[in-house]
């Protein structure tokens, strides 16, 4: 049975991390021209849509957001990557595609939203944006921007909600729980 541990990140926590987070995208591409948001289903997606927002109303330009489904790509399901329905993203190769994931700890889920963008086309760059940075990596991937670092045990998960999707936002350390990745 799966047991709250701590809080680690509230509402206003998770919004001033994604504003962050925004701000440093903006900064370091130089404004959003040619920037395609990508977030991994399911919390990803909400979270790509909140930078979108906030980059808008920044930059005045509202990137686009596509949403990535990694079923068929993971290295730990054997499901047929073909079947798999690929986003549309106009002149790929003239776009920096930033992968937006909720939680990264071993690696694979962005492996396989890498994966995803590749058979999209070749994008001029890919970036990963992660609100959670566990460590705990299987493979050599190190996200370009982090709301939060945070070591946990191997026993400790962590889950994100989000309003959209769990109707709170909020970020916990669980125990006693199955992990998603």
Request: aromatic share 4%; glycine share 6%; proline share 4%.
């Amino acid at each position: 049975m799966e047991q709250k541990k701590a809080e680690i990140m509230d509402e206003g926590a998770m919004r001033r991390a994604i504003n962050r987070i925004s701000y440093e995208v903006i900064e370091r591409n130089h404004g959003a021209t040619d920037l395609v948001l990508a977030g991994i289903r399911t919390r990803g997606v909400y979270l790509a849509e909140r930078m979108a927002d906030k980059i808008a109303e920044v930059e005045g330009t509202r990137p686009q957001v596509v949403s990535l489904d990694i079923t068929g790509f993971r290295d730990d399901h054997p499901e047929d990557p073909i079947a798999c329905q690929l986003p549309q993203i106009d002149d790929i190769s003239q776009k920096t595609v930033l992968i937006v994931d909720d939680v990264l700890s071993t690696g694979r889920t962005v492996r396989a939203a890498m994966e995803v963008v590749l058979h999209m086309g070749r994008a001029q760059r890919i970036q990963l944006a992660a609100l959670i940075d566990r460590g705990h990596r299987e493979l050599p991937i190190r996200p370009d921007f982090v709301g939060k670092n945070l070591p946990t045990s191997r026993t400790e998960l962590v889950r994100v909600y989000v309003k959209e999707y769990d109707g709170k936002d909020s970020v916990v350390i669980v125990t006693g729980a199955q992990s998603v990745e």
